[in-house]
């Protein structure tokens, strides 16, 4: 599970929904489950630090004095901020009913359509031509906003975090780089929070036999989330999210099968 959370978290393809659909494979389910998939994104969500530390390391250090840290800074708080409403209204009843295999396996395949039109326009008008902001430091707190707005898509399982973000960010005019490396830095408060918040809810239901799971899936999710980032920012400086697409289209189509036909008993 913790290999499978740091390979796709930062992937156009959706952590949570592979979670979902992993469980499901390896029968493992249940409300501590259900807690451990969101608590193992804080695993990969500490590669992003360790990766970006001077960066990071130099937006803390410079939020009293530094304008472009400040303006780093605010802009994560500000879309950071939709996630946060939206989560606290909605989150209970998005878990209840969506976590679950076939919703997630018809998130995958509307997700992996959505990507191939944005590419196909992007290839047809030339995303270069259309880029407005080239860097994370140009954005403006309105790019901003729209991002974390985009980013709440994300919270139906299947949808793809990562893929809401970067897609998004490109559409609403954010070089590929930009809109990757902001999706980066907004998945730190996110996946903190959620992580955070969902253990301190059912905390009720957790044990300190439970430690030794949680620690595991946190260890793996962040090598593997690491070893994806670095991979990541290479392959977009000379690819688009196509392949993915097609990944997500194929793979949600075999699972409705599977499921459909009875051939794999899916469980929530």
């Given amino acids: ?121 992007a290839a047809r008008q030339g995303h270069e031509s259309r880029t407005r902001v080239h860097t994370v430091d140009d954005l403006t707190a309105w790019d901003a906003l729209k991002v974390g707005l985009v980013q709440c898509l994300a919270m139906v399982p299947g949808t793809s975090r990562s893929g809401a973000t970067i897609i998004g960010g490109m559409v609403l005019g954010l070089s590929r780089r930009c809109a990757t490396e902001f999706s980066f830095f907004l998945g730190i408060p996110t996946l903190t929070a959620a992580g955070a918040y969902s253990v301190w809810r059912e905390r009720a239901a957790l044990h300190a036999s439970d430690i030794p799971m949680f620690a595991v899936g946190l260890i793996v999710s962040f090598i593997s989330a690491l070893l994806c980032i670095r991979w990541l920012i290479r392959y977009v400086a000379t690819h688009d999210f196509r392949w993915f697409a097609w990944y997500r289209i194929a793979f949600g189509a075999v699972v409705l099968l599977t499921s459909w036909g009875g051939w794999v008993q899916w469980k929530a």
């Fill in 1 to 121: 599970m913790g290999v499978v959370e740091g390979l796709t978290e930062f992937l156009p393809i959706s952590s949570t929904g592979h979670l979902i659909l992993t469980a499901s494979l390896l029968d493992f389910t249940g409300e501590t489950v259900k807690v451990f998939e969101i608590a193992i994104q804080t695993g990969a969500m500490l590669a992003v630090v360790w990766e970006y530390r001077l960066r990071l390391t130099r937006a803390v250090t410079g939020v009293g004095h530094d304008p472009l840290a400040q303006r780093f800074v605010r802009n994560v708080i500000i879309a950071f901020i939709p996630a946060v409403i939206l989560g606290l209204l909605l989150g209970k009843w998005i878990k209840s009913h969506l976590f679950h295999p076939v919703p997630v396996a018809m998130a995958f395949i509307v997700g992996g359509f959505i990507i191939l039109w944005v590419e196909r326009d």
